[in-house]
């Protein structure tokens, strides 16, 4: 399956003729849904007259005293109605089910199984940043894997990879169709031009990380968890003294600092759980903290059980969740040492990604399971809030409204852009901001 353009709103809005007022006023929600949305400057926003929605702006408080610098206010129902509402403001699955996109470009959307996994939010491209995207879609026999890179300012989506083949060794003669990339579970910048992509093989499922240009889309395998057949590739795996198995390397979690290397987790009954690092070279592998088995054992602090997952950095710490139980704690990457920050039993149902948002000293946290969840952790307090509870910080006097308001959140991920505002992953293909001054939210790329 390959994936295939939609007609945008302001294409289709381009593409009509022109048409009488009264004609015009039937047919100007579904036009200026996403006619705007071109260019290299950024649209208005809905506070500037020459904005299609300035007088469809909510209840005066909101609008006075909360103003919100987005481009339409979908804080009131009657902006997010399926047939009257403004599209920005609707929830993106049913806008997917009416064959709407929102920026022009290839689209996940629709497709089998489809949803974004992770990725990061590049502030240095383009007017208003890129997010690279990963993701995948498909049947669990046939998966295909997808690294999408979108412009925030116009929501426009272009591929950079999409399924594969990338290049390295056969596997047992099959042929190159069973070589191909299955899905994505994750991508970051690495050395130079590349992108470290954290996914699997569409065939036996293997864990691997493949390195992607951003300008050519050329894949090369780095790293797998598995051997390629019968043919002997140094890769570096990561092995135990007293089990004959090697480390069972998860999904959850993926990251690469500055020097190259990368940080993958770790979690099986027998060995323990942690944290493992591979050198920049990929030919070696160490515990750089965990619980388990003598090689597995690096560090003191909490015990860390279940799956270990979202990591990030911050001020030389490595952040990370556990799932069982729920943790979120700090890795001094020097002693393996632990320090726990949270108890999001206590403190928030979260468990897959934080974004440290430095102007207002809190954690970003989101991601759970069958659920709805982003929440604002003060670390220094223990204060924590979803974004649908409005008033407990001063910056977010709000609860969250409009397309974030239905949020099948799931394990997708967040970003933290420079202006405050979050770009979420919602209904699994579709990203969404979040301007938490305001409690507003309008859809971003669909």
């Known amino acids: 399956m390959t994936l295939t353009p939609r007609l945008s709103l302001r294409t289709q809005a381009a593409a009509l003729p022109r048409v009488a007022l009264h004609t015009f006023a039937v047919l100007a929600t579904a036009l200026f849904s996403g006619c705007f949305l071109t260019g290299d400057d950024a649209p208005p926003t809905i506070n500037d007259r020459s904005s299609p929605y300035y007088d469809r702006s909510c209840i005066l408080t909101q609008f006075v005293e909360h103003r919100s610098d987005l481009q339409a206010d979908c804080r009131c129902f009657t ?10 403001c609707k929830r993106p699955y049913n806008l997917s089910l009416d064959g709407i996109s929102v920026g022009d470009g290839p689209t996940i959307a629709g497709l089998h199984q489809a949803e974004y996994f992770g990725g990061f ?33 116009t929501g426009d989506r272009t591929v950079v990879l999409e399924r594969g083949p990338f290049d390295g060794p056969s596997w047992n003669g099959l042929p190159e169709f069973w070589r191909n990339v299955g899905y994505v579970f994750d991508v970051q910048p690495g050395p130079g031009n590349l992108l470290y992509a954290f996914a699997e093989d569409s065939y036996n499922q293997n864990i691997q990380i493949l390195a992607v240009d951003r300008d050519t889309g050329d894949v090369t395998l ?30 959850t979690g993926f990251a690469v600092d500055d020097e190259g290397r990368v940080y993958l987790p770790f979690a099986n009954p027998t060995q323990g759980r942690g944290i493992v690092r591979l050198s ?50 700090s890795v001094d990457l020097g002693t393996g040492d632990r320090t726990l920050l949270a108890e999001p039993d206590g403190v928030t149902p979260t468990e897959r990604w934080a974004v440290w948002d430095e102007p207002r000293q809190v954690w970003w946290l989101a991601g759970m399971s069958n659920g709805v969840s982003i929440d604002a952790f003060d670390p220094v307090t223990g204060e924590s809030t979803d974004i649908f509870n409005g008033g407990v910080f001063p910056w977010m006097p709000l609860g969250a409204a409009g397309p974030i308001q239905i949020n099948s959140l799931n394990y997708a991920p967040i970003w933290l852009r420079e202006n405050g505002n979050l770009l979420v992953a919602q209904d ?15 859809v971003r790329s669909l």
């Open 428 to 442: 699994g293909f579709s990203i969404v901001e979040y301007e938490p001054s305001s409690g507003n939210s309008i």
């Open 121 to 153: 939010l590049d502030e240095d491209e383009g007017t208003e940043g890129t997010v690279y995207v990963s993701g995948g879609y498909g049947p669990s026999l046939d998966r295909s894997g997808v690294i999408m890179r979108v412009d925030v300012a």
């Open 222 to 251: 780095m790293w797998t968890t598995n051997g390629l057949g019968s043919e002997p590739v140094d890769y570096g795996f990561c092995e135990t003294l007293e089990s004959p198995y090697r480390l069972q390397i998860t999904k």
């Open 79 to 88: 902006n997010q109605a399926p047939a009257s509402g403004i599209d920005l």
């Open 280 to 329: 920049a070279d990929f030919r070696e592998c160490e515990v750089v903290t965990g619980n388990g088995v003598a090689e597995a054992t690096r560090g003191t602090g909490p015990y860390i059980g279940g799956f270990i997952q979202g990591f990030t950095f911050h001020d030389g710490l490595l952040y990370a969740f556990s799932t069982g139980p729920k943790q979120f704690f």
